[in-house]
DNA sequence: GCGTATAGAATGAACGTTCGATCTAAAGTT
DNA sequence: AACTTTAGATCGAACGTTCATTCTATACGC
């Protein structure tokens, strides 16, 4: 995988600057003469990276991307038993989300808006559906279509996620925990 | 409750307009201008209705919560058993989703965009939140944080009407009786 | 000294909004 | 019943601003 060191500086300063003004003012609030002030950039600068508006988002998007599933894969380092990938993907995404909150209201009004070709459901439709298949093909998980699974494994973390930032009201530790638990419960016992 | 009826024949117009734009286009795609056309209506109307785009997207967004807790409301009647009701809430909010897929890519948009003041995570932590609690309370399901529960109730709902929406996967009547049955277990039996 | 990086003024298109004109239909007046 | 008044609804051209992007010029690195 690529390492996210070897981007330029201007490059990360645009992207993080652009960062900042989605979160507080969205898409359509993200002006480049904004963009230029908060990343201490000149217009020149941002159109020698990237080759329009458009093309800033889809890569920024990547981005960030890149980002979460480092951070993600991080965590599991060493983990071999699936239970203990399934507790601990949750919680990697779940932490990640709530300690950079605009990382994940960038990727809400991203994948929802038309900037979004693709049309995937979520960025981590991919890797999450697999790792799910993967414990269903290997029966660690009751039998069925991995779809039902991806909805209550993903769904659960991006909603509590934004139970958090928007709400103020955080989960501990016991509280993931017990969450997980509920998750495990439901796929895996019966 | 107000009967979605007793709105004037253009506001409407407008509201249905404004929907498929910013499904299409997203926010910053969705011009006066191209509103205008596409609802059939002056700009002068707009702006007789609205004070500015931004409070256009406001009455908007509580002009179609108010249809979906409609919706969601009229499934529930003469539902009485909580068990039942836990059931039918998940069936009638997914079904108005994957039906009417706009209004959730709108709601979607507007929740993680600065539109949204209230910073509320979802349009129905409220109900929603209330409900789950009220099966907390009379012993209907197991005693914990509520907030975890609108987590797993939620999250699922919304997340299975995007892979619907957005994959073109349907999950058919036994899928989602079985997805409901692996919540209520977690939440209900253990 | 040549290619890459940065700067910021210039540009034309598109934006949200305003405004005065016109229409409609009900209320008031005789 | 016929005419007048009035207030709200509708229209679309016009406005000033801001937008994304382009262009030309300057600095840097090899």
């Known amino acids: 995988m690529k390492d996210i060191k070897e981007f330029p500086e201007k490059e990360i300063a645009i992207y993080e600057g652009a960062l900042e003004l989605v979160a507080k003012f969205g898409f359509h609030g993200t002006s480049m003469s904004l963009l230029t002030k908060e990343a201490n950039v000149s217009t020149g600068t941002v159109y020698h990276y990237f080759s329009s508006k458009d093309d800033l988002m889809k890569k920024m998007y ?3 991307r890149s980002k979460v599933e480092a951070h993600v894969s991080g965590q599991l380092e060493g983990k071999k038993e ?3 990938r399934f507790y601990s ?3 990697a995404l779940y ?7 605009k990382v994940l209201q960038f990727f809400e009004q991203f994948i929802n808006s038309p900037y979004n070709q693709e049309r995937s459901p979520h960025h981590f439709t991919g ?5 799910l298949k993967e414990g269903i093909d290997n029966k660690y998980l009751k039998p069925t279509k991995p ?3 991806v909805a209550m494994y993903m769904g659960s973390v991006v909603m509590a996620s934004k139970i ?3 709400g103020s009201i955080l989960l501990d530790e016991k509280d993931r925990e017990l969450l997980i638990n509920k998750l495990w419960y439901g796929m895996a016992e019966v």
Do not use: D, G, M
């Not at 890797?127 to 790792?131: G, K, L, R, S």
């Open 147 to 149: 779809e039902i699974y």
């Open 82 to 84: 699936y239970k203990q």
């Open 164 to 166: 958090n930032v928007f």
């Open 95 to 101: 932490l990640y989300y709530t300690r950079n909150p």
């Open 127 to 131: 890797a999450y559906f697999t790792f």
């Open 62 to 64: 990547c981005y960030y």
């Open 89 to 91: 993907r949750w919680k």
